[in-house]
């Protein structure tokens, strides 16, 4: 199983970026997808997730502003984040989880957003 993000880099507030994790091994329909964003010193935490069925969840922080998405024929997740503020500055990880708890994770990407 491979999971490869990527897509990040440095973007001046108010910009966008697209992340993207490609992967490899698994049944892509049988996972439910999630973004997650570690800043330093600070704890992981989720910015978005899309189920298995294309339900979507955001938090307060990533709502209005980031976009959660699947493409099965090309077994790849996105993330689309507008307006991107300073404090979105993080590494960004891709998770893949299935109903039965098994999951995965892949590298992170950086994400530096100047003032």
């Known amino acids: 199983v491979q999971l490869q993000a990527f897509g990040g880099g440095l973007v001046q507030a108010g910009g966008s970026l697209r992340l993207s994790c490609a992967t490899s091994?698994?049944?892509?329909?049988?996972?439910?997808m999630a973004w997650y964003r570690q800043a330093p010193g600070k704890q992981r935490e989720r910015v978005a997730t899309?189920?298995?069925?294309?339900?979507?969840y955001y938090p307060d922080s990533a709502k209005g502003r980031f976009t959660i998405s699947r493409d099965g024929a090309d077994n790849t997740v996105y993330l689309q984040m507008n307006t991107l503020k300073p404090e979105d500055t993080a590494v960004y990880y891709c998770?893949?989880?299935?109903?039965?708890?098994?999951?995965?994770w892949g590298n992170g990407t950086l994400v530096t957003v100047s003032s």
């Open positions: 091994g698994i049944t892509f329909s049988d996972y439910a």
């Open positions: 998770r893949l989880q299935n109903s039965y708890g098994v999951d995965y």
């Open positions: 899309v189920g298995s069925g294309g339900s979507t």
